[in-house]
C-alpha cells in the first residue's frame, strides 16, 4: 500500500479528549475514529489489525472443532422471558427499539438464548453432539459509562462460542480444550507472557468459571497471581474460596491490574432447560443438553496489544497482528533516480508477496520517522541515497531496535510470504 | 468438510410459514435459519456462501480504489440534523433507542453522514481527492413489512461505497468506474445475464441514478428493458423522461419485473454542504466536496441466486459463491473396504486443496441425492462400489446434469487449485 493512496493521516498530538493509551495511540495514528462515546470506527489500517486478529481467533476455534454462523442483533422478547432476561431489573445493558409494525425489540448483548432456540431444529439425539458454534459477531451494550477507548463500548466485536454436549465428560474435555485454544490465540496475538487462565466463580453448575486476564496497568480489573506456580484468581475467588485446594496460599499471591481479554463458562443445563433444548440419549429419555459459552472480544484484545506493547514513541505490533510486515521509507524523492529506485523496490518486494506499506509521501525525514514508530510495522527499512551508495538495506526491527544490513538478494528473502 | 459433523440438516419440506422462494429453499437446506419476521442467521454453509459473495464484491471495490473501513451503527443524531434526516417524517426507517447515559441514538440505516463527518479528520486540500472508501457491514431498517425473504429484511449486510472528488470530471469518471466494477461483480456472481444497468431519476444533483436490476420473476421491482440494445429503464424515468435521449423508444421496452442488487448515485455536494466537508481547491479557495454512493447488499445477491438459478430439485450454486465446489457422496458406507476407499479420496481432494463436502452420513441412497439436489454444489461425485470396480468417477454438473467419467488422476487434477 502507498501511503500517499491511504485516506487516514496520523495527527501531531494524541487527541485530548481520550484518557485510554490504546484510543490515544489508535487515534493518533489513524487506526480508528471515534464517532461517539463508546463507539469508534475501525480505519484501512485498524480493519487490517481487526481482521488479523479475527483470523487467529477463527483458526483456534475451527482447530477445536468449531463450526462458524452469524446470528442477528434483533431480538423479540420471547426467548429472553424463558431465562429471565429480559427486563431491564435483572439485565441493565439492554437496547431496545420499537418496530413499526408494533411489538419491542431487544439488541442482542449475548447470544445464549438465541442458539440455543436454533439448536432445537438441528439437535435431537446424542448423536448429534458434541458440537460447537461459535460467531464473531457485533455486539450492543448500553453500558452507562463507555471507557478505556476501544476496551468497553458500547458497540464492538465480539467472538462467542457455544458448546453442546450430551454429558459431563464431553462438557468438561472440551471446555479444557478450549482453554488450550484460548491460550494459543493469546500466545499467537503477542500477549501471553503476560495473560493468565485465572479463576473466577463459577455459577449454579460449576464451582469455576475461567477469565483470561493479561496483567497491564492500563486494566480495570485486579487480579492475584502467583507468576511461579502459575496460578491466578480473581478477587471473588480470593475472598470465598479455599485457596489450599488450588494449591496456594493468599500470601503467595501478588495484585496486579488487568484486563479481562476472554472468558469462559459452563452454562449446565440453565438454557437448555429454559429455553427447551433436549436429545434423546443413549437409553431412549430425554435430557437436557450440556452447554458452555465461550468470549472473546478482538477490539479488546487490539486495545489490549497496544497497551501492553507500544512504546514512548508509538505501537509496536506484533507480527501476527500488524497490518503490514514492512515499513518502506522513501526519502530523497526530489531525486527522480533515487525515488524510481524505492519505487522499483517496492513493486519488487509487492510481486513476491511481502506485505509493505510504501511510504511515497513527500514529506520531511523526520515526520516520516516519527510516523514510522508512531504507526509500529514489525519493520522498517529506510530507502535512502545513502543506501542505494552503501549497496544494503537497513532494516531495524520496531520492538527491540535493532539493526541488520541486509543485501537485496537477502531482503527479498526474508519476508517473502 | 465431513457432512456428520455439520450441525444443520435438510429438511424434508420447504417452511410453511416462507413465501419467497429464496428463503424456503435456503431454510429448507440448512442455510439460513428465520429468527424473526426480518432477521435470519447464516448457518456455517449459508455463511460460507455469503463470505464468498463478500470476497467477490471487496475484489471488485478494491480493483477500483477503494479502500475498506467499519463504522458503528449506533448514531448521535447531531449530524442527522444536520441533513435533515433525522426526524421520522423524513426518514421512516430508523430504529431509535435511549442511552442510559441520557440521549437519543439511532441505528444507522445508511452511512453518507457518518462518512462525510468522518473525512473531514482526513480531508483538507484538493490534493487528498478523489478518495473512495467502502465497508461490508450491518444495516438496520425498520420496515413495516419484510418481505422475500432474505431480500428485505431489517437487518442486513450492505457493502456501501462512497466517492469523495474534488471535481465533476474526477466524479464523473469514478462514477462510470464503479458501474463497470458492479457489472464485473454481478457476472462473477452468476446473475450478469439478466441484470441491467437502469437508468432511473436521478435527484438534484444529476439527471439519473443507476440502479442494477437483475430480471426475476420473485423480483419487487419492475424495469423497462430493450435486450437488443441493451437498454433498462425504472418506473420513473418511462413515465417522466423523453427517452429519445436513451436511444429508444417506449414501444420498445419490455416490462419485467426485477430484483434491485445494487444501486449507484451522484450525490453531488448535498452532504459535503450540509455536514461541512470542504477542500482547497488548486487557487486556494474553499469548495465543497463532490461525493457518490454505491450500494450492493450481499445477502440480496445471495437470494437473488437462489431465486435465478435454482431448479424444482433444489439450489444450484454457481462455481464463484457455492460453499464447496465438490460434493463427494458415499454410499456403501457399511462395506468397510468401500467405506475406507471414500475416506481416502476424501482425504487426499482436501489433502490437494480441493473444495470438498463430503456425506459420509449413513443413509439411504435417495436420500443423500435428494439432499445433494437440494445443497446444490456445482459438481457432485457418488462413491460406490460399482464405481471403485469400474475404476473411474462419475462427474456430475448440477447446473446441466451434464455427467463426465473421469480417472482419479484427471478428478485430481480438475479439481485441485
Known sequence: ?????????????????????????????????????????????????????????????????????????LQEDRLWKLSDRWDEDKVDVWFKTELQAGGTVGLAWTHEEVITDLMRQYVSSYKDLPLFAYQIQTKFRNEMRAKSGIMRTREFLMKDMYSFCANQEQHDAFYESAAVAYMKIFNRLGIGDETYKTFASGGA?????????????????????????????????????????????KDELTKYKSIEVGNIFSLGTKFSESIGLEVNNEHGEKQPVIMGSYGIGPARAMGTIVDLLSDDKGIVWPAAVAPYQLHLVGLNGDDSEIKDWTD???????????????????????????????????????????????GTFEVVTRATGEVRNLTEEKLFADFSS
Chains 1, 2 share one sequence.
Open 205 to 249: 453448575f460449576t464451582k469455576f468459571s475461567h477469565e483470561f486476564q493479561t496483567l497491564a496497568e492500563a486494566g480495570e480489573d485486579v487480579v492475584y497471581v502467583n507468576k511461579e506456580k502459575g496460578i491466578a484468581v480473581n478477587e471473588e475467588v480470593l475472598e470465598e474460596t479455599d485457596l489450599s485446594e488450588l494449591g496456594v496460599t
Open 1 to 73: 500500500m502507498r501511503q500517499s493512496h491511504l485516506f487516514t493521516k496520523t495527527q501531531k498530538e494524541a487527541p485530548a479528549n481520550e484518557v485510554a493509551k490504546n484510543a490515544q495511540l489508535l487515534i493518533q495514528a489513524g487506526y480508528i475514529y471515534k464517532n461517539m462515546a463508546g463507539a469508534y470506527s475501525f480505519l484501512p489500517l485498524g480493519l487490517r489489525v481487526l481482521e488479523n486478529i479475527n483470523t487467529i481467533i477463527r483458526e483456534g476455534m475451527d482447530a477445536i472443532g468449531g463450526q462458524e454462523l452469524h446470528m442477528p442483533s
Open 344 to 390: 522499483g523496490v517496492y513493486a519488487a518486494l509487492k510481486a513476491r508477496g511481502v506485505s509493505v506499506l510504501y511510504d511515497d509521501r513527500e514529506a520531511r525525514p523526520g515526520e516520516k520517522f516519527a510516523d514510522s514508530d508512531l504507526l509500529g510495522m514489525p519493520y522498517r527499512v529506510v530507502m535512502s541515497k545513502k543506501g542505494k551508495e552503501a
